[in-house]
């Protein structure tokens, strides 16, 4: 799930990261719409596959976002999808003839787009996550870091890094889950110096020194998306796919969720879901089957 | 003497002041002038040219007063904060506005209303004295609602406002301090799609009190594609919602070309995308303001790079004309509205205020009448009563 205000770069940088066209593309809906008056949730489904491996990919995008004059409780509409999705998993589960594999349409990670403004997190920012990180794990992602210097980007990555620890905020990979050394000496080390990562998406090629890159091409220069040296794509791509992919839907399904159903059995007296009040009816929900990225 | 001068008194004196003042001038018959002058006092200068009369003069008369006198201009800036607003104040006016900045916390921010803050600055170039003031508005788009962010700006440039009609509606008009706010540079996001609603909804309030000109901030972020598609919307959503930002006025028909071209290119580039910074990069072998990156160097004085140019050559060009709307429009406007609401002139307020003071005190002493009646009745009642209350006395 990827949030934050509209024109941060959300659809391309997702596209950027399955390198295929993923999250339906901005110039289709984004330019000629106008800001919707509520925030939306959008969600759509790809199958994409790569060595033999299928995987069954949802982007849910929200736009509308934090964009009008009052946004006060925007993540509200948020926060309801995400329950509504372990509300469903809860019922498959507790139903007496149940499927086999339960189809999975929790959100597994959401990524957060802070504005770069060089200051500080907004107070928007701040709310959303603190009310969200209970529910969901929140990857903090600097959008559009093309806009800053090095060392103005590492200011603000410090200054975004304290103010979230002195708010409380636990955003993935939490401390608290870390299960041995090994896993947590090397979070501790990804969580101390490079999130949030700076990126900057883009899905335009060109020619650098003979090969051809991703990259945004300005007047003074060609920013290069996989080079290290120009922002930390490379690294947010491999945390979140290739290392530590898997760590987020358990964490999901072992922790996030437990929660929530035990929650949810608490509020209903120990019974499960359907034996008593169940006030929410929920959405239709595209059904998408359990993805498979064993 | 006296005669001639009386005679001379339809001339119009303008080489006798210049004179008198012993100015080293800028023109030359100034010091031919001077130095006939000196010769004779009766004696007036030949006009070089037959039918010269010499109120071309004029022009280098208002020039030094003015000189003399200073300018004062008033500048607002309004956006998002993390805009980079003081950067490029500092830019422009190659300053340092805000020495010791300390940037509060997204948490502080939270219960933060929107503040003023004006700081004035005189800057000197080559003689002429500019008085500039900078309202800075810390805190604006900051909270999660920020629906009441604008009343205190809009407080802020009717209080101006109102102070100026005051001053000029006293009676000794001779300082009056124009706190007016002649422009409003408006920040534009470059990372959204255009206006948000909040842009908009602000420049509809304030469009018919001061000038507003939009910039789009931070630039560098964008490419030269996206730069153009977003100046383009920004436009388009400008029109749709009937903003009227502040237009450049066309150069006259007897300006020369270059200054057509000048105007011309700079109306074409609104909304200026800008980009600040006050530091020394080296590039390409000398040094320049800007800022460095891992894949290059952004130049802000390159007009290939960015509006900033445009953005200053626009405020200097066009600061006269800015103060001029800013009085003769947005001043008006509010004058006209003010006195017809008032109900009376606010000419007659001092008499008017007599008037009040005498009927008060003619108030005052009715019911100090009143009371002595009262208690004149009460003695009565009281000395039927107990035959008590004679000290009772008071005086009307």
Known sequence: MSKGQSGLGKSTLVNTLFKSQVSRKASSWNREEKIPKTVEIKAIGHVIEEGGVKMKLTVIDTPGFGDQINNENCWEPIEKYINEQYEKFLKEEVNIARKKRIPDTRVHCCLYFISPTGHSLRPLDLEFMKHLSKVVNIIPVIAKADTMTLEEKSEFKQRVRKELEVNGIEFYPQKEFDEDLEDKTENDKIRQESMPFAVVGSDKEYQVNGKRVLGRKTPWGIIEVENLNHCEFALLRDFVIRTHLQDLKEVTHNIHYETYRAKRLNDNGGLPPGEGLLGNVLPPVPATPCPTAE | ?396
């Open chain 2, 1 to 396: 003497m006296r005669r001639i001068s009386g005679e001379r008194a339809t001339r119009p004196c303008l080489r006798v002041p210049s004179a008198r003042r012993g100015d080293e001038g800028l023109h030359q018959r100034d010091e031919a002038s001077q130095k006939m002058s000196k010769q004779q006092p009766t004696q007036f200068i030949n006009p070089e040219t037959p039918g010269y009369v010499g109120f071309a003069n004029l022009p280098n008369q208002v020039h030094r007063k003015s000189v003399k006198k200073g300018f004062e201009f008033t500048l607002m800036v309004v956006g998002e904060s993390g805009l980079g607003k003081s950067t490029l104040i500092n830019s422009l006016f190659l300053t340092d506005l805000y020495p010791e900045r300390v940037i509060p916390g997204a948490a502080e921010k939270i219960e933060r209303t929107v503040q003023i803050e004006a700081s004035t600055v005189e800057i000197e170039e080559r003689g002429v004295k500019l008085r500039l003031t900078v309202v800075d508005t810390p805190g604006y788009g900051d909270a999660i609602n920020c629906r009441d962010c604008f009343k205190t700006i809009i407080s802020y440039i009717d209080e101006q406002f109102e102070r100026y009609l005051h001053d000029e509606s006293g009676l000794n008009r001779r300082h009056i301090i124009d706190n007016r706010v002649h422009c409003c540079f408006y920040f534009i996001s470059p990372f959204g799609h255009g206006l948000k609603p909040l842009d908009v909804a602000f420049m509809k309030a304030i469009h018919n009190k001061v000038n507003i000109v939009p910039v789009i901030a931070k630039a560098d972020t964008l490419t030269l594609k996206e730069r153009e598609r977003l100046k383009k919307r920004i436009l388009d959503e400008i029109e749709e919602h009937n903003i009227k930002i502040y237009h450049l006025p066309d150069a006259e028909s007897d300006e020369d070309e270059d200054f057509k071209e000048q105007t011309r290119l700079l109306k074409a580039s609104i909304p200026f995308s800008v980009v600040g910074s006050n530091q020394l990069i080296e590039a390409k072998g000398k040094k320049v303001r800007g800022r460095l990156y891992p894949w290059g160097v952004v130049e802000v004085e390159n007009p290939e790079h960015n509006d900033f140019l445009k953005l200053r050559t626009m405020l200097i060009t066009h600061m006269q004309d800015l103060q001029e709307v800013t009085q003769d429009l947005h001043y008006e406007n509010f004058r006209s509205e003010r006195l017809k609401r008032g109900g009376r002139k606010v000419e007659n307020e001092d008499v008017n205020k007599d008037q009040i003071l005498l009927e008060k005190e003619a108030e005052l002493r009715r019911m100090q009448e009143m009371i002595a009646r009262m208690q004149a009745q009460m003695q009565m009642q009281m000395q039927t009563g107990d035959g008590d209350g004679g000290a009772l006395g008071h005086h009307v």
